[in-house]
């Protein structure tokens, strides 16, 4: 089964390459399964990884990489690969095959995705406002099986691809929160890709309202419902920042308002009905005011552990850390090891102080200011795109940095280099102005 998987997956990145638009790949984005493995050798490729491939190979295959000179963020695509190369190339570790394949293999699952996106728009003419139909179909399909899973305690998808790929994909949780994955690999992306939907069409409704019609407010809704059934108060955060974010840079103190009074209804409605969301609020409040000690891999205690373990790993080589693929392989993750209280590794923090030092930490720190700076000068000149992006790689990094990014790089960069591309298109004109 396991081999028949990968070559529909094969058939499919032919395909795509050949004839590809911003339908099909936003349904990969959001529909494909992360926890799949389409090939597993000389590295694995998991449905993510395959995702950035194919549209790495469509680039490539149209014009290869010289709309990389009229990318604006490329000096920050081009630090990133040379740190990667960095920390591994000297690495004993790893024979010289995986020396060439990891940095390779780290471009596409964590930064280079945000040129492609950009290069992808512009060679298949997908823009966002190209996108209302399938985001809206793959945001209804997304959360009515979470509302699927929350009902009936069953998740034969989940269930299906662990027997496939014999992996254990049982999730845990406590006494007080049912965790929700949908068709995701951890409850946290059902809730990052749940707010990310929420996002999109507030975006969509603020830019195209002619076109938003009953089925996009009913996907509003369940996308605002997927926030809370995932059962992570990191999610809850960061959304309200990124909408904060957003209605700060909204021109219409009427929008602003409507903004705030309709989240504001729809939330107590929510919370008055719906037993999980009620739940959910209740225990963000006790653990903001210190009422109760919350068990789980959540809690405060928990990550304080985390960071003084990060903390000591990262001081046997503080500049440049223990090198790539060390928590998975030299603390034996790969097999759940937990190590000095190490119980998982819940946030992009940890990992670079561990694995890439103050040197990664710096790159990193680098990279995302230089996005945010780009997107800032243009939310001052009321771009909706750009107000867009910044609410969307804010809401990306307290995502990251409170539960770990987990598999939400390549939806949140290749969303962000579309909108990029739509802005250099644009940001000459008064099309995409928010008034």
């Not at 949140?412 to 644009?426: D, N, P, Q």
Request: some cysteine; aromatic content about 16%.
């Amino acid at each position: 089964m396991a081999i028949l998987i990968g070559i529909i997956f094969l058939f499919w990145l032919i395909f795509f390459v050949k004839k590809p638009t911003g339908s099909a790949l936003i349904y990969a984005l959001f529909l494909f399964p992360p926890t799949i493995i389409v090939f597993s050798w000389p590295i694995e490729f998991y449905t993510k990884r395959w995702v950035a491939l194919a549209i790495l190979l469509y680039v490539i295959s149209k014009r290869g990489f010289s709309l990389f000179k009229t990318f604006p963020l490329k000096s920050l695509v081009l630090l990133m690969f040379l740190e990667s190369c960095i920390l591994i190339l000297p690495d004993g570790r790893f024979d010289v095959l995986h020396r060439i394949l990891y940095p390779i293999m780290d471009a596409l699952d964590v930064y280079l995705p945000l040129f492609l996106g950009f290069s992808f728009a512009f060679l298949s003419g997908t823009r966002t406002e190209k996108l209302l139909k399938p985001i809206t179909i793959c945001c209804i399909i997304v959360e009515l099986y979470g509302l699927f899973e929350l009902f009936t305690s069953l998740n034969p998808i989940r269930e299906l691809i662990g027997q496939i790929y014999d992996m254990d994909l049982s999730v845990m949780g406590d006494n007080d929160r049912d965790i929700i994955t949908s068709i995701y690999r951890y409850s946290f992306d059902y809730g990052f890709n749940s707010s990310l939907f929420l996002l999109l069409f507030a975006y969509y409704y603020l830019t195209q309202k002619e076109r938003f019609k009953i089925i996009h407010g009913f996907a509003t809704v369940l996308s605002l419902l997927g926030v809370f059934l995932c059962g992570s108060r990191s999610v809850l955060l960061a959304v309200v920042v990124a909408f904060s974010v957003y209605l700060i840079f909204i021109k219409s103190k009427k929008i602003r308002l409507i903004a705030i009074l309709g989240g504001a209804a729809t939330l107590l409605l929510l919370y008055v009905f719906v037993p999980s969301v009620s739940n959910m609020i209740n225990l963000t409040i006790q653990t903001i005011i210190g009422g109760v000690d919350i068990a789980g891999s959540s809690s405060t205690d928990m990550r304080s552990e985390q960071f003084a373990g990060s903390l000591y790993y990262m001081l046997r080589n503080p500049i440049w850390g223990n090198g790539f693929k060390y928590i998975f392989i030299d603390l034996d993750w790969a097999n759940r090891t937990q190590e000095a209280g190490m119980a998982g590794y819940e946030s992009l923090v940890f990992v670079l102080m561990i694995e890439r030092g103050i040197i990664g930490l710096a790159t990193y720190l680098i990279f995302f200011v230089g996005i945010i700076v780009y997107f800032l000068k243009y939310c001052f000149k009321r771009m909706a795109e750009a107000i867009l992006g910044l609410s969307i790689i804010i809401m990306f990094l307290l995502f990251a940095v409170f539960t770990g990014a987990l598999d939400s790089w390549l939806n949140t960069m290749v969303f962000c280099g579309v909108l990029i591309a739509k802005i250099v298109e644009s940001k000459n004109s008064n099309i995409a102005i928010i008034r």
